[in-house]
């Protein structure tokens, strides 16, 4: 099995910064995707940006030039550097792994628990 913890989130004020962190652990054989997604209360889980084992990268529209997703596939980690928060990024941040593993055999889409990011004055 694979374990996904999510770390690094807080409450910050407007125009400020936090960096949140995803570490899986297990019976990796190894990591294809990672992303991370929010979900704010009363709404749907959105993607918010997601990077292949390749380097390749995208985001939703809302956070394009303030959020930088990467990732470090030695430490089968990944990491989503947030600047400029506004209000609205407030929400709870969910990592999402796509991981092969070999006990198990089998490739499928792995969650952590979620970080709570609060943008608030």
């Known amino acids: 099995q694979v374990q996904v913890v999510e770390s690094g989130g807080g409450l910050v004020q407007p125009g400020g910064s936090l960096r949140l962190s995803c570490a899986a652990s297990?019976?990796?054989?190894?990591?294809?995707?990672m992303g991370w997604h929010r979900q704010a209360p009363g709404k749907q889980r959105e993607l918010v940006a997601r990077?292949?084992?390749?380097?390749?990268?995208s985001y939703a529209d809302s956070v394009k030039g303030r959020f930088t997703i990467s990732r470090d596939n030695a430490k089968n980690t990944m990491y989503l550097q947030m600047n400029s928060l506004k209000a609205e990024d407030t929400a709870v941040y969910y990592c999402?792994?796509?991981?092969?593993?070999?006990?198990?055999?089998?490739?499928?889409?792995?969650w952590g628990q979620g970080t709570q990011v609060t943008v608030s004055s």
């Open positions: 297990g019976s990796i054989f190894t990591i294809y995707a």
């Open positions: 999402n792994t796509v991981a092969q593993t070999l006990v198990p055999a089998g490739t499928r889409d792995y």
């Open positions: 990077i292949t084992n390749r380097g390749s990268t």
